[in-house]
């Protein structure tokens, strides 16, 4: 099974012009611990704007769901 880790990240267009415009890598991991662990270290680093988990049945974690499933709890 595969599973996908999609997150936001900011690229700059031209020197010349200093709008950031959006863009998304996705990365891919063999097994489910690997994807979770890359998720967990993205919303630690706090840079990124999204972060979302896809299993090759096509369910995403994202948002408060994927928070809770890695442990982060609100204070």
């Given at each position: 099974m595969t599973y996908q880790v999609s997150y936001?990240?900011?690229l700059k267009t031209t020197p010349e012009d200093e709008r950031a415009?959006?863009?998304v890598e996705v990365e891919e991991f063999s097994t489910e611990y690997?994807?979770?662990g890359r998720a967990r270290e993205l919303l630690e680093d706090g840079d990124?704007?999204?972060v979302s988990v896809r299993d090759s049945s096509g369910n995403v974690l994202c948002g408060v769901?994927?928070?809770l499933k890695l442990g982060f709890f609100g204070e």
């Open positions: 936001d990240v900011s415009a959006d863009a690997e994807a979770f990124r704007g999204g769901r994927l928070q």
